[in-house]
């Protein structure tokens, strides 16, 4: 009892001497964002679903709000971190077995550069997917992904990837949460490879993970202990008109916001948008060559075209980047 | 600030009084469960798990409950309820359209009665599933559930489905949630269909019911609103070995507590059980004729013969629902 009642002591104090929920109403939830068009948008929408009696208002259990996460929550450069760790992975391989070396696949993506197997689109990725995420438990998967993410560092920023992440959305996503939201990640990457970092990173648990996914086997292992083996069979992909399935799927309600960053995310916004009532479509555009990357209609990585389209069409958020965001990535730690 | 304040002056009265937690940890958090082996397991486990600086005290984030629903949360006599559902939309759409009955499948399986119907399995269940299950929207869908929900009686016992829940699990959920656990059903069920109920009924939210599903695709409707249609392919059975799969797929975590009543719960249970830590199984055991029903090895519908064995030789606590439970299904209201 004794520190609920130094606590409530506390809170009387605070009351009897007029302080109200002023103090942490006048500071800024946003710290990271420029004031603007977009971080007003925000604060309104935010503002309008949580006031009670209001005619906007949304009950807690209704406010879900979706992020895509590569380019909208962590960047995306040179290739997507997922592809990163899958190469770094096979080197591991090959490391340790370097009779691996000459074989194939290997010894082609090996060869390869990075321009050259984000070139080749799926196919590229579908190999070293294979090669690195199955044949194994979801267990011994997920120690692999968490050795990489503590170990490796982003080829031209030198930082490690969970660093790589936007601070004005980690700021966002805390504000959200704060306001009754509860957030969720939908994204095109592999479901347990985010689900690493998701939790420590966004403060987004396994359960509010929602990604592409391979067959998962259930059977016991050598040791006659229960396990889930990974195959190298695709059965999800969680991108384009995937993600409102996905959401439907793993989620079952129809989010209130949704924030992308390429048209990947074209159906989850539309889907988002098309529901009755407040709702708020955000899209990041990347535009910052200096502190970030600058990219859009014409990139391999995120490419960003016809959302941007219909951004401008139906009126939705749209985040300048270099404009809007007051830091990009959080302080080193 | 003024009922924050009278909140805490009424708590700090309290403790100055002397009063503590002591009156909530005195009163019994499972009235409707007997006093005996399986309520105390629960209790003990519980109190174990979420004992700070205790040697099995387990973090809220990993305080995983695993449910099934048929026969777990819910009776499952004469039939599976959502096969009842389907039973009942296909009198309705022929009482809609008189001409739809002399065609097939619609005369067969209206000439069938409940009984054939479950003696055939996944053939027929299949069969009056795809006429009510697809070709709409899933909106369009979750509307005909709750309308049934709201209108349709259990054939024997009278009451409305939604009451045909068990009290004693009611209680259970409730006391797990107010320890810290995140609550999941795991059910064969099919997912759309038991999130129409779960909040209002279990308290869990759709984004917390994981089930069986069929392939649902986004497009624009007629009136160019972004809508998801249910297909008439089944795309997840989450039953057997589905469940860990299932799991998985949508949690994340391998849970540290799973309740099932059959065998479609065995590989669910095993691996719970499996991980390390503490972990709890539970089996309920239909032995209840007169307040409920008496079913198990032989059972067409919800069959517990090798979970049955299973929990025996590995001391998982099975409810002997006859024994273990005061009171079955709560009042109606």
Known sequence: MLNRRAF?????????????????????????????????????????????GGP????????????????????????????????????????????????????????????????????GLLQVVALTHSGMTTEAFEASVANWLATARHPTKQRPYTEMVYQPQLELLAYLRANGFKTFIVSGGGVEFMRV??????????????????????????????QLFKEGKVEFIDDGPGKPVGINRFIGRRPILAFGNSDGDLQMLQYTAGGSGPRLALIVHHTDAEREWSYDRKSQIGKLDKALDEAAAKGWTVIDMKQDWKTVFPESR
Chains 1, 2 share one sequence.
Do not use: H
């Open 56 to 123: 906007d208002f949304v009950k807690p259990a209704e406010r879900i709000a979706t992020f895509d996460n590569d380019g909208t929550l962590w960047a995306e450069q040179p290739a997507y971190f997922q592809l990163l760790f899958a190469f770094d992975e096979i080197k591991r391989q090959v490391a340790e077995k370097p009779e691996l070396k000459g074989k194939e696949p290997y010894r082609s993506v090996l060869a390869r550069d990075l321009k050259a197997l984000a070139a080749e689109g799926n196919k």
């Open 8 to 52: 409530c002591t506390a809170l009387l104090i605070a009351g009897l001497l007029g302080w109200g929920g002023g103090v942490l109403a006048q500071s800024d939830p946003l710290p990271s964002w420029n004031d603007g068009k977009a971080k007003q948008a925000i604060l309104d929408f935010v503002g309008k679903v949580t006031r009670e």
């Open 197 to 226: 970092f998701a939790e420590k990173v966004y403060g987004i648990p396994p359960e509010q993970v929602v990604g592409s996914s391979g067959v998962v086997k259930f059977r016991m292992d050598a040791a006659g202990k229960p």
